[in-house]
């Protein structure tokens, strides 16, 4: 898995110098940043109480290290099938509305009706850390989010909208070629019904759409397809304040196929690697034209996009309008700032100077069945309640998600088999991959598996990005 150091500086010597803001602190604006160099007295940041309002217990990790940091943190989460996580860990409610007056920040994780429940939050005069209808609709409505960037004179791959499988069945017959099926709306939370098109003549998209309209078309009303494209795929986001982006920006890639080597069903997320750097071709070109937009609609969180990107240009293939998962906890992983402090900081409109690691980034999931599919019974056999044992008691850079603590054991919950994100760093790539996976050799999970490859692709990946110039800073 691992070769000699040597072997990769070529490739990692290009980009290591796009990660800027290596622990210096940023100065937010315009986006003229510049290393502080006097020393300054900083005040102790008093404690805040947090509250964290979830639907599926995405946010775990992060209530968890806000209360580490010293914070009082309330966690409400919608689905009964996930509210054991997190137990043992945090403070649980079971009605959130009654706890906002408590609450100095609220946290909303998610899009899916969020957007709405943060703007009335924020009408009543409250701090949150949210979306808005406006950008919930982003991510919710495929068709919506690609007009919005061709409105904002960002080209998107072609694409068509259905609601009637027989509909596009007839138009890939009559358009044979390689898509994309992505559903739409909340279907689009099961990444198993994702399906990327091999063939040139269309014909497993075809397959697939017939099986889809026999098992699946009361649960996909509507869905897109959208034309396959070469190149890389790779994202960029960055933080927003209600007023403007917050520097460095961090640039991922996604690793969505369950085995190693990209291969097996599309999953959620098997793994990401990451880095931080200033203001380049791929943000300017894309979210920073949305700059304006986003202040108008007070958008306070994170905020993501997708891309294709190759020699003919940049791509866009989606939004995330919210908190990426597992990337909010590699990234807070990577921060020097305290995120507790960072989400206030943000939550009341200030420009918060992120101080981030230096280098490269990975985080790896650890899954167990049976992720990626839905299965209660196999869960309920194989999975539940089993014990999460570490060889040492070392718990550097190993973040939650579905997880519970039981007399001071960590046990499996919940009900996706989605258990822990194993983060490492490095200046080069390799040793970030280095630090995650002896990290993961002290971690035993019966039925556990994870990728053994996350950021491999990184080394070919970095050559055409560099070369076609969009790792370039403005």
């Known amino acids: 898995m691992f070769q000699k150091e040597e072997q990769e500086k070529n490739h990692d010597q290009n980009s290591e110098k796009n990660s800027v803001q290596q622990d210096s602190e940023t100065k937010n604006g315009n986006g003229n940043g510049h290393d502080e160099t006097k020393v300054k007295t900083k005040q102790p940041f008093e404690s805040k109480k947090f509250l964290f309002v979830s639907i599926d217990a995405l946010i775990t990790d992060i209530a968890w290290q806000v209360k580490k940091e010293g914070h009082e943190v309330k966690y409400y989460i919608e689905d009964k099938g996930e509210n054991e996580v ?98 739409s709306g909340e279907a689009q939370n099961n990444k198993g019904l994702l399906f990327i098109g091999e063939e040139e003549d269309g014909k497993d998209v075809i397959q697939v759409l017939m099986d889809y309209k026999s098992a699946w078309q009361k649960k996909i009303p509507d869905f897109q397809l959208q034309k396959k494209l070469s190149g890389v795929e790779v994202a960029v986001g960055a933080f927003f304040n209600g007023k403007e982006f917050i520097y460095p920006v961090n640039i991922n890639f996604e690793h969505k196929k369950l085995f190693p080597g990209n291969l097996g069903p599309s999953t959620g997320e098997m793994g990401t690697t990451m880095f931080w750097t200033g203001p380049n071709k791929l943000f300017n070109s894309t979210l920073k034209k949305f700059e304006q937009k986003f202040a108008e609609e007070n958008y306070v969180g994170y905020i993501d996009i997708n891309f294709i990107v190759n020699t003919n240009g940049i791509y866009p293939l989606e939004w995330t309008s919210r908190f990426g998962y597992p990337t909010i906890s590699i990234q807070q992983e990577s921060f020097i700032t305290p995120i507790g402090e960072f989400l206030y900081d943000l939550a009341n409109g200030n420009n918060p100077k992120l101080k981030v690691k230096s280098g490269f980034h990975i985080g790896v999931r650890i899954v167990v069945p049976p992720f990626p599919f839905d299965d209660d019974k196999t869960f309920e056999v194989k999975s539940k309640d089993s014990i999460i044992f570490l060889k040492k008691p070392n718990y550097e850079g190993i973040h939650l998600e579905d997880v519970k603590m039981v007399n001071d054991e960590w046990l499996v919950t919940g009900n996706t088999g989605v258990i822990l994100i194993v983060c490492g760093s490095g200046q080069t790539m390799r040793q970030a991959q280095k630090q995650a996976y002896s990290r993961i050799k002290n971690i035993l999970i019966p039925h556990m598996y994870y990728r053994t490859d996350i950021g491999d692709r990184w080394f070919e990946d970095s050559d055409k990005l560099t070369t076609w110039g969009y790792l370039r800073e403005a």
């Open 86 to 183: 997190g137990d043992g860990f945090v403070e649980k409610v079971t009605d959130w509305e009654k706890e906002v007056d408590w609450a100095d920040v609220i946290v909303f994780d998610d899009v899916l009706g969020h957007g709405k429940k943060a703007k009335a939050m924020r009408d009543r005069g409250k701090k949150v850390v949210g979306g808005t209808p406006y950008t919930d609709r982003l991510e919710d409505e495929r068709a919506f989010g690609q007009e919005e960037l061709v409105k904002y004179g960002i080209p998107v791959a072609p694409y068509k909208d259905f609601t009637k499988f027989d509909d596009a069945i007839q138009f890939v017959k009559d358009n044979p070629g390689k898509y994309v099926i992505k559903p």
